[in-house]
């Protein structure tokens, strides 16, 4: 079968190789735009776009998919079907009609739980069990076509997004090549999506990512994995934003703690540094701090971080 591959970020690579090692013909490669990035501020091209020059498979790249120059490479590249792994564009009704086969999806999620940009982040941030990822036929409605297959995946207590989506995208890839084959096989069968279960899960902002102290412990160790490694969660201290990786809730008697003796009540935000941790105050139960960057700065040890920069008790995070 000739097929067309639609994806832009890492967590599509998996996917793309996985179907140049197929029996299926890739035909051509649809990723997003080179963007600017980096202190300097030069183009650089998507993940995909690097591993398709690697395999030596035309790309195209167009501003939006809906452009009549893309849509003529569309038909030039004669696809049976297209496969997409985080395109991030929709895709119109005059490209959705090209491919004979259609256009089948991977997405990060059990569907319809998550449709939208970010649901392994939104999976983490509620506190779901399990999540998984979905096959299914693109239809004009986000997210809503007939589902193909799924795969089922247990959610480790401190996994961030980021470990989430690496699996995802692995074992993901897998089930896509499955869906392609079927297809080609033809005995693919599309069901229907249920009309209940179903959530959204927009892009999480740089603004969402800023760690609500006065929350939970618990929640606030889910925010700070939902938005590990991207938009990266944050805070504030003495004017200045600070970055900030997984924290863990203080066990009672940790040894790794400030002392021995009961731990003290903390207000939200207020941090308590140590010899070996920093514990910051939630609406719960301490946290401790895991890496911490500080402005322009890498990622180091929280009981580091709080050396350097003289911490000291009863200073406070989000001030």
């Known amino acids: ?42 183009l650089q091209a998507s993940a995909v776009s690097l591993v398709a020059e690697e395999l030596d498979l035309p790309v195209a790249k167009p501003a939006q998919p809906g452009d009549q120059e893309f849509l003529d490479q569309l038909r030039a590249w004669r696809p049976d079907a297209a496969a997409v792994v985080a395109y991030g564009a929709l895709l119109p009704q005059s490209a959705l009609d090209i491919p004979p086969l259609g256009w089948i999806n991977l997405h990060f999620s059990l569907l319809p739980a998550w449709r939208g940009a970010a649901p392994v982040q939104h999976s983490i941030w509620h506190g779901d069990e399990f999540t998984g990822a979905t096959t299914f036929r693109i239809v004009p409605e986000l997210d809503a076509g007939p589902v193909f297959g799924t795969m089922t995946y247990a959610i480790p207590p401190h996994a961030t997004a980021g470990d989430v989506l690496g699996v995802l995208a692995r074992d993901g890839a897998k089930l896509l090549v499955d869906t392609m084959d079927a297809i080609a096989a033809g005995v693919a069968r599309a ?44 805070t504030t201290l003495r004017g200045s934003r600070i970055k900030l990786g997984p924290v863990r809730p203080l066990n009672e008697g940790d040894a790794a703690g400030v002392g021995p003796g009961p731990r003290p009540g903390l207000a939200a935000g207020e941090l308590l540094p140590g010899k070996k941790c920093v514990l910051v105050g939630t609406a719960g139960r301490p946290v401790v701090l895991g890496q911490v960057a500080p402005a322009g700065k890498a990622y180091m040890d929280g009981a580091a971080w709080a050396r350097g920069a003289r911490i000291e008790s009863g200073e406070r995070f989000g001030s």
Not at 28 to 38: Q, S
Request: aromatic content about 6%; hydrophobic content about 40%.
């Open 191 to 234: 069901e229907p999506q249920s009309g209940e279960g179903t959530s959204y899960a927009g892009k999480i902002t740089v603004a969402e990512a800023a760690v609500t102290w006065a929350a939970p412990h618990w929640a606030v160790d889910r925010q700070i994995r939902a938005c590990t490694p991207d938009p990266g969660a944050w």
């Open 1 to 42: 079968m000739r097929i067309v591959f639609a994806g832009t970020p890492a967590v599509a690579v998996p996917s793309l190789r996985a179907l140049a090692d197929s029996t299926h013909e890739l035909v051509g490669v649809v990723t997003r735009p080179d963007r600017r990035a980096g202190r300097g501020r030069h």
